[in-house]
Nanobody
Framework: QVQFVESGGGLVQPGGSLRLSCTVS????????IAWYRQAPGKEREWVAG????????NYRDTVKGRFTISRDNAMAVAYLQMNALKPEDTATYYC???????WGKGTLVTVFA
């Protein structure tokens, strides 16, 4: 199965930036649309952003539009989530995945100081 490993999380002040990375095993990565999800304390996991297999089309949930940018490097089998102007409500564990979700990785924790 395809495995996803997220990294890049940490503690950041409001207004700060972080770039999350998602490394994906297997050459199938180039065929996969990739999405970022997050789960905040006390909330359900929610979709954050998505990108098509070739990287030509991206979509974002309304609350992160203009602040987050999803991208990918198919040659390196890595997807990214650049997060700018972070807000306390962005605090969550962030996950990457594909369509037809089989399992979840450990995620990477992003904590934004209130």
């Amino acid at each position: 199965q395809v495995q996803f490993v997220e990294s890049g999380g940490g503690l950041v002040q409001p207004g700060g930036s972080l770039r999350l990375s998602c490394t994906v095993s297997g050459s199938i990565f180039r065929r996969l649309p990739i999405a970022w999800y997050r789960q905040a304390p006390g909330k359900e996991r929610e979709w954050v952003a998505g990108i098509t297999s070739a990287g030509g089309v991206t979509n974002y949930r309304d609350t992160v539009k203009g602040r987050f940018t999803i991208s990918r490097d198919n040659a390196m089998a890595v997807a990214y989530l650049q997060m700018n102007a972070l807000k306390p409500e962005d605090t969550a564990t962030y996950y990457c995945n594909k369509d037809e979700i089989e399992s979840w990785g450990k995620g990477t924790l992003v904590t934004v100081f209130a």
